[in-house]
């Protein structure tokens, strides 16, 4: 007998068609044919990893009586040693914490995704800068989110622009990353961090202070978090990492927020996944008792410097003449403009002929993109492979 018709499954939420893939995962595909030397992603070098030292800390979470508690359920909010040992780290850095105002995630971009469902409807508006972090337009956007940038200088958030843009728009909340920033790398100087708090106060907004690469500081003077400044005590939520200073593939990132906002995060991650990895918390905390991740930090610090500095002595005989560059003091990324009549996404395919790739910075901004913009990593190549990608660069951009 024949078949019944057969009825096709419903539509896909809007959400899910109208926010596109991110083109920067997209180049990193292109990129890992061998020979290729990359400044397209923002990784930490593998080479770098305290391999040793995590596996010790494995085998002591996993060796004993102690191993049924890491492979059993956790509860939602984190591992009191984690949250005690993020509480002791963030002290350290100027912003008095306790282990009740802490909650660990799945990575930061997780935190990230847990304040967006519950501080924004579909709808509300949110700040942003200049070009900003290219996964949390993501985020905003699977969010509902109208999505404004806030103009800025080579050192981040114009406060006068900002408070303009809250009076003008009244968003629901300010998404900034002040130090080290991606994909620019530029630090906000801790002036306008005390303005951008003094706004958010006298407006009323929710300030949302993303910092993966803070530890990652080789020049320069530490900046306090906006989140320590008076003003942003009771509305800031701060995001941390593990990834940059640790390693990624571990997924541990936290959130430090105001009471009621982390108590309703707390609601979202457990319909989003009950609990941060139990055996991956603890591992982390015993190695945060065992060893010294600042001296590790001190490590990467300086093969990262070398790194830097190998990039910025490279870029004037690789770049157009024309062409410009910021000097970050840390982090991961030089920011670049080429010169009139470049489009650096148009420039990436020869790039890619001459096994060599960067991140074009058109995807980054919000609104009208600059086509002369891109993103160059120096963390995951020696000063040597360094100098032979900007030769190669080079050649693809003549």
Excluded at 83 to 97: H, K, N, Q
Excluded at 265 to 283: C, F, I, N, P
Excluded at 351 to 374: K, Q
């Amino acid at each position: 007998m024949p078949l019944a018709p057969v009825a096709a499954p419903p539509a896909f939420a809007a959400r899910a068609t109208a926010v596109g893939g991110s083109p920067v995962r997209e180049i990193l595909a292109l990129t890992e044919r061998p020979g290729v030397i990359s400044f397209a992603g923002g990784l930490p070098a593998p080479e770098l990893f305290d391999t040793a030292g995590l596996r010790a800390a494995y085998d002591a979470t996993l060796g004993g009586a102690g191993s049924a508690r890491a492979l059993q359920y956790s509860t939602t909010e984190g591992t009191p040693e984690l949250r005690e040992a993020v509480a002791v780290r963030a002290g350290a850095r100027g912003l008095a914490t306790t282990a009740d105002d802490v909650l660990v995630t799945t990575g930061s971009q997780q935190g990230l995704t847990l304040l967006a469902a519950t501080l924004v409807e579909p709808g509300d508006t949110v700040l942003v800068e200049n070009p900003t972090y290219l996964a949390a337009l993501q985020c905003f956007a699977l969010a509902g989110a109208r999505v404004v940038a806030v103009p800025c200088d080579g050192e981040g958030l114009l406060p006068d622009a900002l408070a303009e843009a809250v009076a003008r728009e009244r968003p629901k909340l300010l998404y900034t990353v002040p130090t080290f920033q991606n994909p620019t790398g530029r630090t906000l100087p801790g002036a306008r961090r005390a303005e951008v708090a003094r706004i958010a106060a006298r407006l009323g907004l929710w300030l949302v202070e993303d910092d993966p690469y803070g530890d990652l500081r080789y020049e320069g003077s530490e900046q306090p978090w906006i989140a320590a400044h008076p003003g942003a005590e009771d509305r800031t939520a701060l995001l941390g990492s593990f990834s940059k200073v640790m390693a990624p593939g571990l997924r541990l990132g936290w959130l430090r927020a105001p009471a009621a906002l982390r108590r309703a995060a707390v609601v979202a991650k457990q319909a989003a996944d009950l609990h941060t990895s139990t055996v991956d918390q603890l591992a982390a905390a015993h190695y945060l008792t065992a060893h010294d991740l600042d001296a590790h930090i001190a490590r990467v610090r300086q093969a990262y410097r070398a790194r830097r500095d190998a990039l910025l002595a490279g870029l004037d005989g690789a770049l157009p003449a024309g062409s410009e560059w910021n000097r970050p003091e840390g982090g991961m990324f030089v920011w670049a403009r080429l010169p009139e009549g470049y489009d650096a996404t148009e420039r990436l395919k020869s790039a890619l002929a001459h096994d060599v790739a960067y991140v074009p910075g058109a995807p980054f901004h919000s609104g009208t993109p600059d086509p002369r913009t891109l993103r160059l990593s120096f963390t995951t190549h020696t000063p040597q492979e360094i100098a032979e990608g900007l030769t190669r660069l080079g050649r693809a951009l003549r």
